[in-house]
Structure formats: structure tokens, C-alpha cells
């Protein structure tokens, strides 16, 4: 079994998720007392919310380029980037270490590929939903076409992640608001919508929708344990 270098924090909420996944995934392959082997350094997210809210990627780039050879040194066989938002500087963590790095929006491409879905919808942060740095990689990659929501339900979006599951708040009034905004994407010609930040599927569910979601925290572990298994 390879060990899976982990860069959580980010927050540290879904990555509780992340470690729990990991885990399940090992346990349910290999049977018995079985655990996945990682190596996780976890940063202070505090640090990484302002600097993005500031624009400043190349400070948080080195943040994370410390923290992903810190993992290196600590033994990973490869490492995941446990936020979707963070690879926006993934290229230039990828670059400062020796192992290579499974990109999140990889890991959902693969899978949308595989289920025949050609145009989706994206839920983020802003800067996902806003920016080209990951749906350029699924369009330019892979073919797939990207929907977001408009400029206002963006703010929805992005202000429940940061003022309220980033700090473990999950509300039925913002459930709703998910809801409809779901429902938008889909009369925009989603065929399915990508829960493109690691905190949303702590929200919102596949029992609260009938268009098929795509949580990358569990497809990002998923693979993650594919991986580790080779």
C-alpha cells in the first residue's frame, strides 16, 4: 500500500471528511484492521481565507508548496490538495516536489467521462466558479462544458461556504437556497452538477435532489484509494 500525503485545513471540516473516506475506502478493499497509510500536514485556514479574499495566490502557493514537502519528507507516495479552490496554484505545488500530485478536478472528470455527462454544472467558491483554472481543465482536458450559476447566486454560494460550512454551520434555509440554485443550472442544460468545494456535501445531498451530484470530496478519495492500492 502506497502512503497518501494529505494537505488539509482547508477546512479543516471537510477534511475530517477526507480522512474518514480514505479510511472507509482501505477498510472496505482490504478487509480486517486495515487503515490507509497517510501522511497529513494540516494548515491554518485562517491564513489561506485572507490571502485569497486579498488575491494574493503567489503567497498562498508558498504556503502550500512548505506544506506539500513537508508531506513529502514525512514519507507520501503522492499527495491530494484536500480543497478544490487551492488548485488554482496546484501546478506550482506539483512542480516544487517529487511526487506527483492526483488533481481533484482530474478525479471528477474521469468520472463524469465515465458516466457520459457532457455538460455540467459547477458549485464553489467564487474564485472556482468565476476563475478558468478548473473548468478550463475539464473543458480543455476532457470536453466537458461547464455551466455556473449567475452573478448573484454566485454570492449565495460562495457566502454560505465561507460564513457557515467552513465554520461547521449547516442550515435548512441555506439547504434551500442550494436547492434552487441546483434547479437553475439544470434549466441552463446541466446534465449533472459538480459539488466543486469539499465543504458543500456537508450541506446538500443526492436524497435532496434529483439531478445526479458529483461530491468531490468522495470521488477525490475514491481515487485517492485507487492509487494507494496499484
Excluded at 482501505?26 to 500536514?41: C, D, N, P, R, T
Excluded at 517529487?98 to 463524469?112: C, F, M, Q, R, V
Excluded at 446541466?190 to 458543500?200: D, F, K, P, R, S
Aim: charged fraction near 20%.
Amino acid at each position: 500500500m502506497k502512503t497518501i500525503g494529505m494537505i488539509g485545513g482547508m477546512s479543516w471540516e471537510s477534511t475530517t471528511s477526507y480522512y474518514s473516506a480514505l479510511n472507509h475506502g482501505i477498510q472496505a478493499a482490504l478487509g480486517g484492521f486495515h487503515s490507509a497509510k497517510i501522511a497529513m500536514v494540516s494548515v491554518d485556514f485562517a491564513e489561506i481565507e485572507t490571502l485569497q479574499h486579498q488575491g494574493q495566490w503567489g503567497e498562498t502557493a508558498e504556503i502550500l508548496i512548505k506544506t506539500a514537502q513537508s508531506v513529502e519528507a514525512a514519507g507520501a507516495d503522492f499527495f491530494i490538495i484536500c480543497t478544490n479552490t487551492m488548485h488554482k496554484v496546484a501546478d506550482r505545488v506539483e512542480a516544487a516536489v517529487s511526487i506527483p500530485l492526483l488533481h481533484i478536478a482530474d478525479a471528477t472528470a474521469e468520472k463524469l467521462v465515465e458516466d457520459g455527462i457532457t455538460r455540467v454544472g459547477l458549485l464553489g467558491t467564487r474564485f472556482t466558479m468565476e476563475q478558468d483554472f478548473y473548468k478550463s481543465r475539464l473543458t480543455n482536458k476532457y470536453g466537458i462544458e461547464v455551466v455556473i450559476p449567475d452573478d448573484q447566486k454566485m454570492d449565495t454560494v460562495h457566502n454560505i461556504i465561507y460564513q457557515e460550512l467552513c465554520r461547521g454551520e449547516i442550515n435548512t434555509s441555506s439547504r434551500k437556497a442550494y436547492e434552487a440554485i441546483i434547479d437553475s443550472l439544470v434549466v441552463q442544460g446541466a446534465q449533472a452538477v459538480i459539488l466543486g468545494c469539499t465543504e458543500i456535501a456537508l450541506l446538500i445531498q443526492q436524497e435532496h435532489t434529483k439531478i445526479p451530484l458529483y461530491d468531490t470530496t468522495a470521488i477525490h478519495a475514491a481515487k485517492a484509494v485507487k492509487v494507494a492500492l496499484d
